[in-house]
Nanobody, 122 residues
Framework: QVQLVESGGELVQAGGSLRLSCAAS????????IGWFRQAPGKEREFVAY????????RYADSVKGRFTISRDNAKSTVSLQMNSLKPEDTAVYYC???????????????WGQGTQVTVSS
């Protein structure tokens, strides 16, 4: 089992940067792909990015490609999401989640954090 806790969300101006962290606990952390999702007010939760256990495989949503970078440090059991050139439409609650496979569908993720709020002002 994996427990996930997100941090790093805050209010930032458009064009700015934020780094989100996802701290994991549990013995099987390296067995899982870790993904980031986000949910804006009034919208469904959407896939943002995932990273493989080794860090060698990543995938991004088209909306964040070139602006966001996902990375992981298995020694520290953390996954980070570096977000640059932020836009107001990036405003959402950001969640990290764990899945056994390389998937982008929310229902395939077994474990979820509680989320961290990112607000981008224009």
């Amino acid at each position: 089992q994996v427990q996930l806790v997100e941090s790093g969300g805050e209010l930032v101006q458009a064009g700015g940067s934020l780094r989100l962290s996802c701290a994991a606990s549990g013995r099987a952390f390296t067995d899982y792909y870790i993904g980031w999702f986000r949910q804006a007010p009034g919208k469904e939760r959407e896939f943002v990015a995932y990273i493989s256990w080794s860090g060698g495989r990543t995938r991004y949503a088209d909306s964040v490609k070139g602006r966001f970078t996902i990375s992981r440090d298995n020694a520290k059991s953390t996954v980070s999401l570096q977000m640059n050139s932020l836009k107001p439409e990036d405003t959402a609650v950001y969640y990290c989640a764990a899945a056994r496979n390389a998937v982008v569908t929310e229902s395939s993720y077994n474990y979820w954090g509680q989320g961290t709020q990112v607000t981008v002002s224009s």
